[in-house]
């Protein structure tokens, strides 16, 4: 037995590499793809987050009912909340956290003030939380 594993350990040992090698690809591509998806997510997130601020600035400082629809909103916070979830944290929680504040200063956006201020506030760290989660793939 030990003579054949002898004659054989050339073969053995290839086999042994091309194993682990396929193993090692298989593993990489995963890695890989994983992170070529939280990427194009977390680039729609900014994406949509840049178009709820425009929605909120034109319905607070130019009273646009057309640009500035709030409720134009809700479609991009549900995009937003949909992305987050393939997305590793901080981005999830500071989504649920915007989601929050969206849902009890929506209506109060072209009026108020504070309102205003605690979504764009909300936005701003969502973008961060999003631009770290980005700067972490590298």
Same mark, same amino acid.
């Given at each position: 037995?030990?003579?054949?594993?002898?004659?054989?350990?050339?073969?053995?040992?290839?086999?042994?590499?091309?194993?682990?090698?396929?193993?090692?690809?298989?593993?990489?591509?995963?890695?890989?793809?994983?992170?070529?998806?939280?990427?194009?997510?977390?680039?729609?997130?900014?994406?949509?987050?840049?178009?709820?601020?425009?929605?909120?600035?034109?319905?607070?400082?130019?009273? *646009?009912?057309?640009?500035?629809?709030? !409720?134009?909103?809700?479609?991009?916070?549900?995009?937003?909340?949909? @992305?987050? =979830? %393939?997305?590793?944290?901080?981005?999830?929680?500071?989504?649920?956290?915007?989601?929050?504040?969206?849902?009890?200063?929506?209506?109060?956006?072209?009026? *108020?003030?504070?309102?205003?201020?605690? !979504?764009?506030?909300?936005?701003?760290?969502?973008?961060?939380?999003? @631009?770290? =989660? %980005?700067?972490?793939?590298?």
């Amino acid at each position: 037995m030990l003579k054949s594993i002898k004659q054989n350990a050339v073969a053995l040992i290839s086999l042994v590499v091309a194993v682990t090698a396929l193993g090692s690809s298989h593993w990489r591509d995963e890695v890989t793809d994983q992170n070529r998806n939280i990427r194009q997510a977390s680039f729609e997130i900014l994406k949509e987050l840049s178009s709820l601020q425009l929605i909120i600035d034109y319905a607070h400082y130019d009273k *646009d009912e057309q640009k500035g629809n709030p !409720i134009t909103g809700w479609g991009h916070i549900g995009l937003i909340n949909d @992305l987050s =979830t %393939i997305i590793p944290e901080p981005t999830p929680s500071r989504v649920a956290k915007l989601n929050e504040v969206w849902q009890n200063e929506w209506q109060k956006v072209r009026d *108020d003030v504070e309102s205003n201020q605690k !979504i764009s506030e909300e936005i701003k760290k969502t973008r961060a939380a999003v @631009l770290e =989660t %980005i700067a972490d793939l590298i």
